[in-house]
């Protein structure tokens, strides 16, 4: 059974930081690529971030490029993303996300909200 667990948001001023993790369990972790999401009030939910499954690729939307890091840690089957220099407009429900061939998993999602 696939389960992805996110944790680690919360309240933060703009400009401020916000490590998120995502627990994963259930498939072949180490083979696989890993992808962040987020969804904003009232709009679509949109891509963030991926990494290959060795961690050696990464790959960034343009509107956090260079202010958020995507990295994972194949022992302990996590994927982070470290969000520096938030702004208001990062605020969303942010998830993981796996592409298996036996279907789409996403996480619960966790909530960060950027407000002074």
């Known amino acids: 059974q696939v389960q992805l667990v996110e944790s680690g948001g919360g309240l933060v001023q703009p400009g401020g930081s916000l490590t998120l993790s995502c627990a994963t369990s259930g498939f072949s972790f180490g083979d696989t690529a890993m992808n962040w999401y987020r969804q904003a009030p009232g709009k679509r939910r949109e891509y963030v971030a991926s990494i290959g499954a ?15 890091t995507i ?15 938030l702004k208001f407009e990062d605020t969303a429900v ?23």
């Open 94 to 116: 942010y998830y993981c996300k796996v592409v298996l061939r036996r279907g789409d998993y996403w996480g619960q999602g966790t909530q960060v909200t950027v407000s002074s």
């Open 54 to 68: 060795t961690g050696g690729s990464t790959n960034y939307a343009a509107s956090v490029k260079g202010r958020f």
């Open 71 to 85: 990295s994972r840690d194949n022992v302990k089957n996590m994927v982070y993303l470290q969000m520096d220099g």
